[in-house]
């Protein structure tokens, strides 16, 4: 059965850092296109990063490039997402979602498979 668990969630300080982690068991994140996610009470789930299956290439949204990113170890099954100068307004359930098409997929309705997700709260 396919499963992601993201680790690595936590409180942190504005501008601190964190990595956080999505590891896959019962299938082989290399061959799926992986998203990371977040979402706050009240409001839709985001794409915040993803990376392609076909060649690993990547995308971020505006409010995160620079300071967020996405890689992946296929040794350990496990895709991270570095996340740099953290503010507030990061502060948000993150979740990691796989999709078996080639490029890279924006559309959150389109993911298969689903974590359920790590707290990340930023203080001020």
């Known amino acids: 059965q396919a499963q992601l668990a993201e680790s690595g969630g936590g409180l942190v300080q504005s501008g601190g850092s964190l990595r956080l982690s999505c590891r896959g068991s019962g299938f082989t994140l290399e061959y799926n296109t992986i998203g990371w996610f977040r979402q706050t009470p009240g409001k839709e789930r985001e794409v915040v990063a993803c990376?392609?299956?076909?060649?690993?290439?990547?995308y971020y949204a505006d409010s995160v490039k620079g300071r967020f990113t996405i890689s992946r170890d296929n040794a350990k099954n496990t895709v991270y997402l570095q996340m740099n100068s953290l503010k507030p307004e990061d502060t948000a359930v993150y979740y990691c979602?796989?999709?078996?098409?080639?490029?890279?997929?924006?559309?959150?309705?389109?993911?298969?498979?689903w974590g359920q997700g790590t707290q990340v709260t930023v203080s001020s």
């Open positions: 990376i392609s299956s076909s060649d690993s290439s990547t």
């Open positions: 979602a796989a999709d078996e098409s080639l490029g890279l997929v924006t559309i959150t309705s389109s993911y298969d498979y």
